[in-house]
């Protein structure tokens, strides 16, 4: 074994792995997050410091653009990509991609791997090439490989940094942009511009701002790829300076079918009228708002705390009983209660005065570690589940609209006229769950929503 390969194979022991997660793969994503957790493997702020790629779930197009194969352009080489669409095959899915990355071809030739776990049987394709047109083979094993010299080189996350050193709130976008800038794997056409082009370069607008200057106005899109950040979401925002002028939420991409939306599956269950305890709800939405938790604090940049908030998550999920979550949870729900750095931080942003989402960032903050006290308190109750109010994490679940549907309508308005800096912060703190969105298909087979 040569130098480079040995210095190759010590670089990815622990591979940078960037988790894309498609609506409906909650339970995917859990399943992978987890794992990454006990693999002590870190997670890429976007496609250019990844060296494997997991998609939890089949990416959907977006305005039938295929952003997953753009976010994958992006790694650059010796690089490898699974599909988990079944949360059992998590494991096995990140053991194929790490030997694809430690093969001797991955790392010279720069070859990508490919590989759909479904929890089934099926033979699976292995492509293999040499330049932009190599030729392919079929074979066993789960993968398809594909050669892809030199790569692409993208352009990382970037966070900001307040005086006392804790992150500010904007992180790492996805793909690699028309002139450079990285918003999340939209692909070409996700800026639109209007005044035609100079060597083939799309010019932005002019047009006043809210202070009468002329300055340039660019449509930049958000998502679906970002580190913490709801799954499928796109935002398309008008920005004229630092500044959001306008903000759109793109039509959400579905699954035709799905199963119960993770988030709110005991509430209905309950409404088939299936015997739910009281306590498993409570165990759901503890766990439900630790998940929001993590993803706010992460892109406020407080790694550490969103990390113990993750694993009291997984701790919940795996039935953890309340004598060893209490020690754990309590002082982290504490601390963030107590920091007035998080206040600095977070505090007048995303503010309004009244409906779904009253208050401002932080105060819908403390609004989740209430909830999480006050769910930590009831998880071993053993009564049932009473059948009205089917109250979940994100609101009712049994009316017509989802909650997550009157989240989704809030963003424009929250948005508009907040600095770019903190429009993943406001997201971030409605955390809306596209799952709801779905046609659900209840335990019974009674569609919902």
Avoid: Y
């Avoid at 692409?152 to 002139?179: F, I, L, S, W």
């Avoid at 209840?442 to 929503?449: A, F, M, S, T």
């Amino acid at each position: 074994m040569d130098l480079r390969t040995r210095l190759t194979r010590v670089a990815l022991a622990q591979p940078a792995v960037l988790l894309v997660t498609s609506p409906g793969a909650t339970r995917e994503r859990l399943a992978v997050e987890a794992e990454l957790e006990r693999r002590d493997w870190p997670q890429a702020a976007g496609p250019a410091s990844a060296d494997l790629v997991v998609f939890a779930g089949t990416p959907l197009p977006v305005r039938e653009d295929d952003w997953a194969e753009r976010v994958w352009q992006g790694v650059p080489a010796p690089r490898a990509r699974v599909t988990v669409t079944d949360a059992v095959h998590a494991a096995h899915a990140l053991d194929h991609g790490h030997a694809t990355l430690l093969k001797p071809g991955t790392q010279h030739a720069g070859h990508q791997g490919h590989m759909n776990h479904q929890g089934h049987g099926a033979d699976h394709e292995h492509e293999s090439g040499h330049g932009e047109h190599g030729g392919a083979h079929e074979e066993h094993g789960g993968h398809e490989e594909q050669a892809d010299h030199g790569g692409h080189e993208g352009h990382g996350g970037h966070e900001g940094h307040r005086p006392n050193g804790e992150h500010a709130a904007h992180q790492g976008h996805g793909h690699m942009d028309h002139g450079g800038m990285d918003h999340g794997a939209m692909g070409h056409g996700g800026h639109q511009h209007h005044m035609g082009a100079v060597a083939g370069l799309p010019m932005a607008e002019r047009a006043a701002d809210r202070d009468e200057l002329r300055l340039d106005r660019l449509h930049v899109p958000l998502g679906p790829a970002l580190p913490d950040w709801p799954a499928g979401l796109v935002l398309r925002l008008e920005l004229q300076g630092d500044v959001v002028q306008r903000a759109e939420v793109d039509p959400v991409p579905t699954p035709s079918a799905s199963g119960p939306a993770f988030w709110n599956e005991p509430w209905l269950r309950a409404m088939t009228g299936e015997p739910v305890t009281v306590g498993e709800a409570a165990r759901r939405q503890c766990a439900a708002h630790l998940d929001s938790l993590g993803r706010l604090l992460g892109v406020a940049g407080w790694i550490d705390a969103a990390g113990r908030a993750r694993d009291a998550r997984d701790s919940l999920l795996g039935g953890a009983g309340r004598d060893e979550l209490v020690p754990r949870i309590r002082p982290l729900v504490r601390r963030l209660r107590r920091s007035w750095t998080l206040r600095w931080l977070l505090a007048g942003v995303g503010a309004q005065a009244r409906g779904p989402v009253g208050g401002d960032v932080h105060s819908r903050l403390i609004a989740w570690l209430d909830a999480i006290e006050h769910a930590l308190d009831a998880i071993d109750g053993r009564e049932r589940l009473p059948a009205r109010p089917l109250r979940g994490p994100r609101g009712r679940v049994d009316t017509e609209t989802p909650p997550s549907q009157s989240l989704l309508d809030a963003l424009p308005e929250l948005l508009e006229g907040a600095e770019f800096a903190c429009a993943r912060l406001i997201v971030a703190s409605l955390d809306p769950d596209l799952d709801e969105l779905a046609p659900q298909q209840l335990p019974v087979g009674r569609n919902h929503g």
